[in-house]
């Protein structure tokens, strides 16, 4: 395939409906998708895909799947995922995502309140969900198993292939009238969003709200080349990682899936060499911590002053003083280059979303030639409404609006955001607060300030904000973010609305304290290690550190740690691993007043 502006590669769909189809006959025989058979990386090109699309989306027809119709799609991050989400889309129908790591009531609560008439799943574990909740699904006809292994025979399920087959026996042509009935204002999605209360809220996303979306990032530029290849483990569940497969897919791009275990992220990394990686902090904390923990922080602090300066100078088109670049060389050669390996060597932007991050962290990577940017947006957005570029971008900011979309600051300090990439509303659920839209302004519920060249910062959240009852405003987010750079901690909220002072929940880091705990000859289970005094001398000297960057009132005065990491399953986390505030505060209460009345 040959390189063009990114323009040009563009299908130029005019819905997500016809943008698998226009996608196969533009880029043909160039690699859609990379994904693991065994150890070995399997490459599938867009005209196979095109070949299986289309057939799933006549087989869909065959199934008796109507124009409008919701089908849920509940699996892991795969090439599977994608083409049954494309056939959907072909056919008319709406896709619902599901997370796979969802329980059996989520997965209800997901497929039952967008009346889902059929679903994807996955494996038979994924199918068991469902024939769990099966009878209190009503509008459930069909359930198509990815693998269909260890599916019971009375489950009622059909083969991904079985379906395939069922479309061949299909005239095409039934395909080209379905997708050119789809108008741009009809639904694309229901992406449900876990906000931190309540069950999950239907956001109605249509194929303009997408379709805008995309041409509004390939404007800024989200993928630039022919060669670009995208390494995609995010759950496809999630707005970001849906973004990120429609972007690619519609430019011609590479997506190499993961192998599905978090443990080999890293050395995937470095076998499928990416050029754009989308992330969560977690993953750049992580790195940024094992990094720091087995190095000199005072000369890693230097390496990276000494990174940023070249950098910087190398954006401007200046000359690098001798001096410096000989700086620059002792520590790529000690330190970036180590860094850029671990990514793969190739990659020219990483962007994080869904949660802060430490502007520590954005600077180490940036100088050591990691380019880790921060967006902003949400799924009432179509995934995002500002950008940074590694061109344009100020650390501690999101970026800039992307081209079309407006944002202001409220009186209150709220942000609101303007453009066609704004939803449609809440399924069955108008919410008047938080993803209110009044005369096209989104309110969004977070808290925030634009600087004079454009730039939006993120200060908080409405109704995570502090007040101390000495009548202090708080935003928490900042010395959790400063505690989480610490290598032995896993995640930490804080606690201190109407009382004297903030205290702080957190929880360990196993991968990190486990081996710790040995070399000091300390037990090496989790729950022993959060009463172990050293472990609590370890943590006080973290959080002096925190401490420090903040006036007296702002400090921490107690902290206590959890026997157990916040998790899903254990109902403090959210699918897209935010933490769960309000469920963090209720579940904990108890152990929380300990600290005031301790």
């Not at 050029?275 to 940024?288: D, G, W």
Request: proline share 6%; charged share 25%.
């Amino acid at each position: 395939m040959e390189a063009g502006t990114t323009a040009d590669r563009s299908t130029g769909s005019k819905t997500i409906a016809d943008l698998l189809p226009k996608a196969a006959e533009k880029f043909g025989a160039h690699t859609a998708a990379r994904h693991k058979a065994g150890d070995v990386w399997t490459d599938v090109s867009f005209h196979d895909i095109g070949v299986t699309v289309t057939e799933l989306a006549l087989g869909l027809v065959d199934l008796g799947i109507q124009k409008g119709d919701r089908v849920s799609l509940l699996a892991n991050t795969r090439p599977e995922w994608a083409y049954a989400s494309f056939a959907i889309s072909s056919a008319g129908a709406v896709v619902v995502p599901i997370y796979p790591s969802n329980s059996p009531s989520e997965c209800e609560w997901v497929a039952g309140n967008s009346e889902s008439v059929a679903i994807f799943c996955e494996d038979a574990k994924q199918v068991a969900k469902i024939l769990e909740v099966r009878e209190k699904l009503p509008h459930l006809r069909h359930i198509v198993v990815m693998q269909p292994d260890g599916v019971p025979a009375g489950a009622g399920a059909i083969s991904l292939d079985e379906l395939r087959e069922r479309g061949r026996g299909r005239d095409a042509a039934e395909l080209e009238a379905r997708m050119d009935s789809v108008a741009p204002d009809d639904p694309y999605t229901f992406i449900y969003t876990s906000g931190t209360t309540g069950p999950p809220k239907g956001c109605v996303l249509t194929h303009r709200n997408y379709r805008s979306v995309l041409d509004m990032a390939q404007q800024r530029g989200l993928l630039q080349d022919a060669d670009d290849v995208v390494y995609l483990f995010l759950p496809l569940a999630h707005a970001f990682a849906l973004l990120i497969q429609l972007g690619a897919w519609d430019t011609g791009t590479t997506i190499a899936y993961w192998g599905g275990d978090t443990k080999q992220i890293i050395p995937e990394l470095a076998q499928v060499q990416p050029t754009y990686l989308p992330s969560v902090p977690r993953i750049f904390e992580k790195l940024y911590g094992l990094v720091t923990a087995h190095g000199d922080p005072e000369l890693i602090a230097k390496a990276t002053q000494v990174g940023l300066a070249v950098r910087r100078l190398e954006a401007a088109g200046e000359p690098i003083p001798p001096e410096l670049q000989e700086q620059y060389a002792q520590a790529d050669e000690q330190l970036f280059k180590n860094v850029r390996a671990a990514f793969g060597g190739r990659l020219r932007e990483a962007v994080t979303g869904a949660a802060p991050i430490a502007k520590d962290i954005l600077e180490f990577f940036y100088a050591c030639g990691v380019p880790v940017l921060e967006g902003y947006g949400m799924t009432e957005t179509a995934t995002v409404a500002t950008s940074s570029t590694p061109e344009e971008h100020k650390f501690g900011t999101v970026g800039r609006p992307l081209p079309g979309v407006e944002v202001k600051i409220a009186d209150d300090g709220e942000i609101l955001i303007k453009g066609a990439n704004i939803f449609r509303g809440y399924y069955k659920n108008d919410d008047a607060s938080f993803g209110a839209v009044e005369e096209g302004w989104l309110h969004t519920g977070d808290l925030g300030s634009i600087d004079e060249d454009g730039y939006l910062s993120i200060t908080g959240r409405k109704k995570d904000i502090i007040i101390t009852a000495g009548g202090k405003n708080l935003t928490p987010a900042n010395i959790e973010n400063d505690l989480k750079q610490s290598r032995w901690i896993s995640q930490a909220v804080m606690h201190g609305d109407r009382r004297p002072y903030p205290v702080i929940i957190l929880t360990l880091d196993e991968e990190e304290i486990v081996p710790w705990a040995q070399q000091q000859g300390l037990p090496t289970d989790v729950p022993a290690l959060a009463r172990e005094p050293k472990v609590h001398e370890l943590i006080q000297a973290e959080l002096d550190r925190a401490n420090a960057n903040y006036a007296q009132v702002e400090q921490v005065k107690k902290f206590a740690i959890l026997d157990h990491d916040f998790s899903q399953e254990t109902g403090e986390l959210t699918p897209s691993l935010k933490v769960k505030r309000n469920v963090v505060n209720e579940k904990y209460a108890d152990l929380l007043e300990g600290l005031y009345s301790g």
